[in-house]
């Protein structure tokens, strides 16, 4: 059974920052690529930062230069450190685990985390 579980949403002022953690067991982690999208109100679900197997990092435009994936094959957790948060960033994140290119592999969503930034 694959899990993936998000911790470390809350309440940040405006500028502040915030690190999530996703914690997955029942795949081979090291070689899944890990992600993180999130979801405002009345918004479709965007990706925010994708970490590959190899560690090749993605980031959205918005959030590039304030936030950092990184991950822990040794934790099997990916995480998500967010900095100057913007009012713009709040919205239910998601940790993504995607094994489409290996053999048995899928993809997988956590149930998510809601980040809320407000003074």
């Known amino acids: 059974q694959v899990q993936l579980v998000e911790s470390g949403g809350g309440l940040v002022q405006p500028g502040g920052s915030l690190r999530l953690s996703c914690a997955a067991s029942?795949?081979?982690?090291?070689?899944?690529?890990m992600g993180w999208y999130r979801q405002g109100p009345g918004r479709q679900r965007e990706l925010v930062a994708r970490i590959t197997s190899s560690g090749r990092t993605d980031y959205a435009d918005s959030v590039k230069g304030r936030f950092a994936i990184s991950r822990d094959n040794a934790k099997n957790t990916v995480f998500l450190q967010m900095s100057s948060l913007k009012p713009e960033d709040a919205a239910v994140y998601y940790c993504?685990?995607?094994?489409?290119?290996?053999?048995?592999?899928?993809?997988?969503w956590g149930q998510g985390t809601q980040v809320t930034v407000s003074s």
């Open positions: 029942g795949i081979l982690f090291s070689s899944y690529a």
């Open positions: 993504n685990a995607d094994g489409r290119m290996i053999l048995r592999g899928g993809e997988y």
